[in-house]
């Protein structure tokens, strides 16, 4: 099981999370979104596509863009539709 906790709150876990380059993307079913908000940040990445944030709210406290996923992956990445990925240290 890989789990992710940050100030004892677990964020995301699941048995089988995809990996990309070192990453766990946690699909969305196993991902607790009452502790993320949408960020207003996006980055590129020239193979999986454009990506969103999420921040956190956890605690009383913001943690600005802690996760990202792709909504409209390009074809390559399309296995991580929707996914979210976390930073390891925030």
Known sequence: MVKVTFRDEILAEDSSPVVVEGNYYFPPGSVNK?????????????????ASYYSGQINGDTVKDIAWYYADPKTKASHIKDHVAFYKAR
Not at 34 to 50: F, I, V
């Open 34 to 50: 009452s502790l993320l908000a949408p960020s207003d940040t996006s980055t590129e990445c020239g193979w999986k596509g454009t």
